[in-house]
């Protein structure tokens, strides 16, 4: 439908806008959280949870997962 080619158009309008304001505060930097490989530093389980527990109902436990 019209209304998915729409819409679409304006997420990547606002996603260029976006990156547009992120590059004039923090010039050359597409991500501010990269390692020396380029990659977004991993987060473990216990570390996802509590950025997102807000976000659910039930309390998620992750005691029980594996470490290594």
């Not at 501010?32 to 976000?55: F, I, L, Q, R």
């Amino acid at each position: 439908p019209s209304f998915v080619i729409a819409t679409s158009k304006m997420a990547s309008v606002e996603a260029r806008h976006c990156s547009l304001i992120h590059d004039l505060l923090t010039f050359n930097n597409f991500s501010e959280g990269t390692d020396a490989n380029g990659t977004d530093p991993n987060k473990g389980p216990a570390e996802v949870v509590a950025a997102t527990s807000m976000y659910f109902k039930t309390k998620i436990s992750v005691n029980n997962l594996p470490t290594t």
